[in-house]
């Protein structure tokens, strides 16, 4: 008995635990806890910050257009001998960026309120412009931190994400002027552009992911890759085999290659 | 643009607006089935509300028929401030609500099966107790 306490008390001093890791978990766990894994995780939430950033900016200025106007503030866009003016309802001595009651669509106060279609758009192309400003350098630090990224996706991503941030401003450009023709409600063009501007973000992204676009951009740069620089890479291993061979062979260098 | 191009490129978003919420009750459709069906990964795009608040499209659109009326366009007005707070609601709640309702069934989010797309994050979610890493 004694014998049995002795051995249970050697082993239980001399335990060891070992764990037991894939080759692919054991990397994974390294990388995780690296600071490259810490930058990666924090470029993927920068990435999805980036499509918010024009949103919260242009929240902002509704913010401040109803503290000006008021919910329902009223704007009339009318066009004298060619130019186009802002016309506001209500009274003028009651607001304080807008003092009078006429401006032109053209004003850099009615321009960085984003009334009117002028307004509007000035918006939604500065959005677009923060958006690409973003996104673009976050794809290239996630190919730098990506051990696994290769060029062809860095392209065929970015190229993916300009195309998006292009038709999503041209859709909301279409939706916001159409706003503006229609209604007076000074907040109403901004509030569609915000609002579609994120559905039809999502939206496309939805559809990118249902039907791989990216994927198979990617895809074809690799594909068109091999063909090209792959072919002429493998042409050059194999002239360079042959003139080894018929060096160590004494054959005449560059028989059947070059003559 | 003169008003009748202006009437019907809204006619379309609102149809893209009702479809885009169509989209959402079948994605919540599927979740309920993946649920019960007790999948070993559940994928749901994150910020899902967006989609919901593009009904203020069709709510705008509506409200430039009757801007003639000065009783409709008071209503009107009314229905876009209870609207923006739905929006701001659904913006930040759906996508929350979704998350809950996968963990109180045993699933946990995984970073590294998610798929970060140019604006939005396609999340994961695996059962409690399963692996989650990119290699499976």
Same mark, same amino acid.
């Given at each position: 008995?004694?014998?049995?306490?002795?051995?249970?008390?050697?082993?239980?001093?001399?335990?060891?635990?070992?764990?037991?890791?894939?080759?692919?978990?054991?990397?994974?766990?390294?990388?995780?806890?690296?600071?490259?894994?810490?930058?990666?995780?924090?470029?993927?939430?920068?990435?999805?910050?980036?499509?918010?950033?024009?949103?919260?900016?242009?929240?902002?200025?509704?913010?401040?257009?109803?503290?000006?106007?008021?919910?329902?503030?009223?704007?009339?866009?009318?066009?004298?001998?060619?130019?186009?003016?802002?016309?506001?309802?209500?009274?003028?001595?009651?607001?304080?960026? &807008?003092?009078?009651?006429?401006?032109?669509?053209?004003?850099?106060?009615?321009?960085?309120?984003?009334?009117?279609?002028?307004?509007?758009?000035?918006?939604?192309?500065?959005?677009?412009?923060?958006?690409?400003?973003?996104?673009?350098?976050?794809?290239?630090?996630?190919?730098?931190?990506?051990?696994?990224?290769?060029?062809?996706?860095?392209?065929?991503?970015?190229?993916?994400?300009?195309?998006?941030?292009?038709?999503?401003?041209? *859709? *909301?450009?279409?939706?916001?002027?159409?706003?503006?023709?229609?209604?007076?409600?000074?907040?109403?063009?901004?509030?569609?552009?915000?609002?579609?501007?994120?559905?039809?973000?999502?939206?496309?992204?939805?559809?990118?992911?249902?039907?791989?676009?990216?994927?198979?951009?990617?895809?074809?740069?690799?594909?068109?890759?091999?063909?090209?620089?792959?072919?002429?890479?493998?042409? &050059?291993?194999?002239?360079?085999?042959?003139?080894?061979?018929?060096?160590?062979?004494?054959?005449? *260098?560059?028989?059947?290659?070059?003559? | 643009?003169? !008003?009748?191009?202006?009437?019907?490129?809204?006619?379309?978003?609102?149809?893209?607006?009702?479809?885009?919420?169509?989209?959402?009750?079948?994605?919540?459709?599927?979740?309920?089935?993946?649920?019960?069906?007790?999948?070993?990964?559940?994928?749901?795009?994150?910020?899902?509300?967006?989609?919901?608040?593009?009904?203020?499209?069709?709510?705008?659109?509506?409200?430039?028929?009757?801007?003639?009326?000065?009783?409709? !366009?008071?209503?009107?007005?009314?229905?876009?401030?209870?609207?923006?707070?739905?929006?701001?609601?659904?913006?930040?709640?759906?996508?929350?609500?979704?998350?809950?309702?996968?963990?109180?069934?045993?699933?946990?989010? +995984?970073?590294? !099966?998610?798929?970060?797309?140019?604006?939005?994050?396609?999340?994961?979610?695996? !059962?409690?107790?399963?692996? +989650?890493?990119?290699?499976?």
């Amino acid at each position: 008995m004694p014998n049995t306490v002795t051995i249970k008390n050697r082993l239980q001093q001399n335990s060891q635990v070992i764990d037991i890791f894939s080759v692919e978990d054991l990397i994974e766990a390294w990388e995780r806890t690296t600071s490259k894994r810490i930058a990666h995780e924090m470029s993927s939430t920068a990435r999805v910050g980036a499509n918010y950033a024009s949103a919260i900016l242009d929240s902002h200025t509704v913010v401040k257009m109803v503290k000006e106007l008021g919910v329902d503030g009223k704007v009339i866009l009318k066009t004298v001998k060619g130019r186009q003016y802002v016309v506001f309802k209500g009274y003028a001595g009651k607001r304080s960026i &807008f003092t009078t009651v006429r401006y032109l669509a053209s004003n850099p106060k009615v321009v960085d309120m984003a009334i009117g279609k002028v307004g509007v758009n000035q918006s939604i192309i500065s959005g677009a412009r923060i958006t690409i400003f973003l996104v673009v350098p976050i794809n290239v630090l996630n190919y730098i931190l990506d051990d696994h990224k290769t060029m062809a996706q860095l392209i065929g991503e970015t190229a993916t994400d300009l195309v998006k941030i292009g038709v999503a401003a041209a *859709v *909301v450009s279409l939706l916001a002027t159409a706003t503006a023709t229609l209604t007076t409600l000074a907040a109403g063009p901004l509030v569609v552009a915000i609002v579609a501007g994120l559905a039809v973000a999502y939206g496309l992204d939805a559809l990118d992911k249902k039907f791989g676009v990216t994927n198979a951009l990617v895809k074809a740069l690799n594909d068109a890759r091999d063909k090209t620089i792959g072919e002429m890479k493998r042409q &050059f291993n194999q002239v360079e085999r042959r003139l080894k061979w018929q060096v160590e062979n004494g054959e005449p *260098v560059g028989q059947g290659v070059f003559y | 643009m003169n !008003k009748i191009t202006a009437h019907a490129t809204l006619a379309i978003a609102d149809i893209a607006s009702l479809a885009a919420c169509y989209y959402v009750y079948v994605e919540w459709e599927n979740l309920k089935r993946q649920i019960l069906t007790a999948s070993d990964i559940i994928r749901i795009q994150d910020g899902m509300g967006v989609y919901v608040a593009t009904l203020i499209v069709p709510v705008i659109h509506m409200a430039t028929f009757f801007e003639w009326q000065r009783a409709a !366009k008071r209503w009107g007005n009314r229905i876009l401030i209870l609207f923006l707070f739905l929006f701001g609601f659904g913006v930040f709640t759906l996508g929350d609500i979704f998350e809950r309702k996968l963990e109180a069934v045993g699933y946990r989010y +995984c970073f590294e !099966k998610s798929e970060m797309m140019t604006f939005s994050e396609f999340k994961a979610y695996v !059962k409690v107790g399963a692996q +989650c890493s990119k290699s499976e």
